[in-house]
């Protein structure tokens, strides 16, 4: 049983590269994740997959097919399955994700920006 | 498909009662809620769900039976099924909820704080 506290502060202090999330925590099948994001992410979607996205402090677009959303701190989206995004940050961005332990950074778009083995921090 | 943005605070301005968790989300069989506490809570445990608590803004005191953690804003703990557990806040404290959409607040302890049907905001 794992009853520590987290810090967020703490815990993004810890890294700097863009995206690459770490996890922080783990319940119920899902992941806790915090990762930085800075300039354009690849488009992809999640077939199995819903993910939360939370914004820490700093804020980004979330690019879909048919309209943008700007989200700033304290404030959240959730992107269904299936729905094609690309998350696009002009200045870092710091974010908190929700989502099944199962989920894949780039979803359905293997490339350079894909992180198969994530850190536990 | 719902991929409107949340802000929590504006979401938090929706109410002021304690201990009524307001649903503000839901994703992969999860619910994002959003709840104020205040005074002492009931000791419980919940069987089959592990909780994640993240603190918006405040601070209060989780207790287990065998040690309490104090959290403020911006840190979160996860207390996993099984465990016995009583949030108590000194002063008004608003909390983020991560968590199966089959957990009750109360858990196995039923009573004049248990709330059924939650709402949606």
């Given at each position: 049983m794992n009853t520590e506290k987290i810090n967020i502060a703490e815990k993004l202090s810890l890294f700097s590269d863009h995206w690459n999330p770490r996890i922080v925590g783990e319940l119920n099948g899902q992941h806790v994740k915090l990762v930085k994001f800075k300039g354009e992410f690849v488009w992809h979607k999640h077939d199995n997959e819903d993910e939360l996205f939370y914004v820490v402090n700093g804020e980004f677009i979330m690019e879909f097919r048919d309209k943008t959303v700007l989200l700033k701190a304290n404030e959240f989206i959730i992107v269904p399955r299936g729905v094609e995004h690309r998350p696009v940050a002009e200045n870092e961005v710091s974010v908190m994700l929700f989502e099944?332990?199962?989920?894949?950074?780039t979803g359905n778009t293997k490339g350079e920006l894909t992180r198969e083995q994530l850190e536990k921090i």
């Open positions: 099944p332990t199962s989920t894949l950074n």
